[in-house]
């Protein structure tokens, strides 16, 4: 009986981590299929020539080689790339926010977060506005983000300071500095150029298109600040869903974990917004589908959150291009994902949360 | 209401010893702990009886770093443990709460292994395992190692976080009332092993209990609380009085003998 459970536990962890393994499998293939696919027609063999090429720095020949060239090498694999990080990075912080504030409607959207960082960029575009100085657009826009993607955890540890925070104060503050800053971005719309207004509009739904090879090592650099700090904390993470009192009495200093994985998602989720703006849902939905595969435990909960969040942003954004090309991604997210959504929580077995 | 001095024998046993001076806690200008003075200090089994409202489980969480008190102390082994890191006081102090939260269901042998936590590193997986498996063995629940939470019944999940709180295999265990959910045979069971493990490990077992009965027949030593303070302290022949009894829960009883210990009938 022992050795059965034993066995039990090791085979639910090892099957956690292979069907993470799968599904992220699953995206870096869809990564290749994607390649190809745009308004023109480019078969796929050729479209992995082109990138080849592409890589090796061959100039195009001519005008439709270098127009392939462009869509298949600079613009599909960058995109790609930065489709499945943004994927992962939000909903492997959903995935870890649901557990430590114990409400299936954390994620980064829900708690400011998003919305915090793109008010910082949006006032870094419009305005020119950094608040540090003497750096170049694009980092000026980064730390912009990231600066005010800290506001809501900075809000709550202000209020901590008076009162105790519960977990779900946690998110009605969350949700309350979302809203000022959707306003603040909204009012700042009104004096904007039409053509920055299109481009915000764009990012206030979240796009991953226009993406440059230059981005691909910060979004890199975004999974891995935020993946490998949640994964340090798996286990903390579980210990502290369960209730602040158990977590406390086992070692664990609840509200300092929460902090310390709120700046880490800050930081994370601040880069993927500079550059594909405030997606929505992904954080909120693929720890969700995951939960109904892996179960609640973070060790497999949150590498099968990423790795499905992966999936669905690329396959949304794949569906986009064959369908129409000038969509926000968010837009396709929303409606490809939502019926699937709908649908794992009809088919789950049990009624868990 | 103490007792010390006829004890000499078991105290040299690594036994941990708890001197608690005149703790006051209060919210806001609500005072619900109005200056407890109280040692423990041999192992075995501690039942603090009293109504509801009187501070029992404020006391608990004074003496567990999760409420600071805004006067007196709590020294366990001589050291205040405002000084002892929450770290720290995990490898000696297990708490088992009166219930867990449960938004997002694990399962129970996952529960189990987080009372391991403050002793787990690399490579102690196994060891962790087998004494999570041990506890739930113990408790008569191994069967339901692999399931969920959320598919227990009440008096299950409160087994479970007993088998969590009995993993972190601390040198004190705190509980806040261990046995309410569960029928009659499985509250004499709980509280026959938990005075079974006490004796057998030296572990003292701090329990908040409102079966008088229960308290009276496995402690070793019964706390009686009243209004914030300490009304009586010492063994259950002492403590169950008909006179303490109506004084503290203002209900008439009789205070009969079965099987060596005060049994308690209430009158209404």
């Known amino acids: 009986m022992n050795r059965d459970v034993a066995s039990w536990f090791r085979r639910k962890r090892r099957n956690g981590i292979l069907f993470a393994s799968a599904v992220f499998l ?54 790609a790339i930065g489709a499945v990080c943004a994927g992962a990075v939000l909903a492997a912080s959903g995935a870890a926010l649901q557990n430590l504030i114990r409400n299936p409607l954390a994620d980064p959207y829900t708690l400011g977060i998003s919305s915090g960082a793109l008010f910082g960029m949006v006032v870094s575009v419009s305005f020119g506005f950094s608040v540090i100085p003497f750096l170049n657009e694009l980092d000026g826009q980064i730390t912009n983000a990231f600066i005010f993607s800290l506001v809501p955890t900075a809000v709550v540890v202000f209020i901590s300071a008076f009162k105790k925070v519960s977990p779900t104060m946690m998110i009605l503050c969350g949700i309350a500095v979302m809203y000022i800053f959707t306003a603040m971005t909204t009012m700042i719309k009104y004096t904007m150029e039409p053509e920055t207004l299109a481009q915000v509009y764009s990012w ?22 935020t993946l490998v700090p949640l994964m340090y904390f798996h286990r903390r993470i579980d210990i502290v869903a369960q209730g602040d009192n158990g977590a406390l009495t086992l070692g664990i200093n609840p509200n300092r974990l929460r902090i310390l994985c709120l700046i880490a998602v800050s930081v994370g989720t601040s880069v993927i917004v500079c550059y594909t703006g405030t997606i929505g849902f992904v954080g909120l939905v693929a720890p969700h589908i995951a939960r109904a595969f892996v179960g609640s435990g973070c060790r497999s909960l949150i590498p099968a959150s990423a790795a499905i969040g992966s999936v669905m942003v690329l396959g949304s954004d794949i569906a986009i291009r064959m369908i129409a090309p000038s969509l926000p991604v968010g837009v396709m997210i929303a409606l490809i994902c939502s019926p699937v959504f709908i649908l794992v929580l009809i088919r789950m077995k049990r009624n868990n949360w | 209401m103490e007792a010390e001095n006829k004890n000499d024998d078991k105290t040299a046993k690594g036994g941990i010893v708890i001197d608690i001076d005149g703790l006051v806690f209060g919210y806001r200008s609500f005072p619900i702990l109005k200056g407890i003075t109280v040692k423990f200090d ?49 490898k000696i102090m297990g708490y088992v709460p009166y219930t867990v939260t449960n938004t997002f269901p694990i399962s129970v042998i996952d529960t189990v292994m987080m009372g391991r936590h403050p002793h787990s590193k690399f490579g102690s997986l196994d060891e962790d395992l087998e004494i999570s498996y041990d506890m739930l063995d113990r408790l008569g629940i191994a069967d339901l190692s692999m399931r969920q939470l959320n598919e227990l019944s009440a008096g299950q999940l409160q087994k479970v976080i007993l088998a969590k709180g009995l993993a972190q295999q601390p040198r004190v265990l705190l509980l806040d009332e261990p046995t309410s959910n569960l029928d009659v045979k499985h509250q004499l069971g709980v509280a026959r092993l938990l005075a079974q493990i006490s004796r057998e490990s030296g572990m003292l077992t701090i329990m908040i209990c409102h079966d008088l009965n229960i308290a009276a027949k496995y402690s070793d030593k019964v706390m009686m609380m009243s209004e914030g303070k300490v009304f009586a302290y010492g063994t259950p022949e002492e403590v169950f009085t008909r006179e303490n009894i109506r004084q503290v829960y203002d209900v008439d009883c009789e205070v009969i003998e079965d099987q060596g210990r005060p049994h308690i009938i209430l009158r209404d």
């Not at chain 1, 299929?33 to 020539?49: K, N």
């Not at chain 1, 206030?204 to 600040?225: E, M, N, R, T």
């Open chain 1, 26 to 79: 699953i995206a870096v293939l869809m990564i290749f299929l994607s390649l190809p696919v745009s308004q023109i027609d480019i078969g796929l063999s050729e479209a992995y020539r082109i990138f080849i090429d592409g890589l090796n720095g061959v100039k195009p020949a001519d005008f439709e080689s270098f127009l392939k060239m462009k869509i298949v090498y600079e613009e599909n694999g960058p995109r």
């Open chain 1, 204 to 225: 206030s739904i979240g796009s991953v298109s226009g993406l440059s090879w230059g981005s691909v090592p910060k979004f890199f650099a975004a999974v891995a600040v």
């Open chain 2, 42 to 90: 041999r192992p075995g089994m501690v039942s603090i009886v009293g109504p509801n409202g009187v501070g029992k489980s404020t006391l608990i969480h004074c003496m567990n770093k999760i409420l600071t008190p805004r006067e007196g102390s709590v020294l366990i082994d001589g050291e205040d443990v405002r000084n002892i890191s929450v770290k720290s006081l995990a």
